[in-house]
């Protein structure tokens, strides 16, 4: 990946070479490639809206959505593995009727009166608050 330059650096370099100092001599003395020199005046025009192209802040937009969208993607990945080995782990064993017991669950495969579960049985007794146990109201 390059090596990022503040803006301020840039535009110092851009003014040092305007003055007419040669490109490879502010490179070598700034320890900077002359390639950045020469493409940073294109993006200059580019930010300025001079040329069409995409400007350094939508870049750095881009950069940031596309290492988000990464991330997303990687934990989306995680997730969907999760869910595989979550449905291979909880398949129901079901007993036969050779060994006494009955298949758990309705015919349906819905459990039977979990907790939060509905039930075919209604509401239960009603229960007797504490005041009316003593018959005072």
Do not use: C
Not at 47 to 60: E, H, I, K, M, W
Not at 92 to 116: C, F, I
């Amino acid at each position: 990946m390059p090596k990022r330059y503040p803006p301020e650096f840039r535009r110092k370099v851009l003014d040092l070479v305007a003055a007419g100092h040669r490109v490879a001599q502010v490179a070598a003395d700034l320890d900077i490639s002359e390639q950045a020199i020469y493409t940073w005046p294109h993006q200059e025009l580019i930010d300025t809206g001079q040329l069409p192209g995409t400007t350094s802040t939508d870049n750095a937009e881009l950069v940031a959505a596309r290492r988000r969208i990464a991330e997303l993607e990687a934990e989306v990945g995680v997730h969907r593995r999760a869910a595989e080995l979550l449905k291979e782990s909880s398949i129901p064993v079901q007993v036969g009727a050779a060994h006494g017991s009955a298949k758990r669950g309705r015919e349906d495969d819905r459990p039977v009166g979990g907790v939060g579960e509905p039930t075919d049985r209604g509401p239960g007794p009603r229960r007797k608050r504490p005041t009316d146990v003593t018959g005072t109201s």
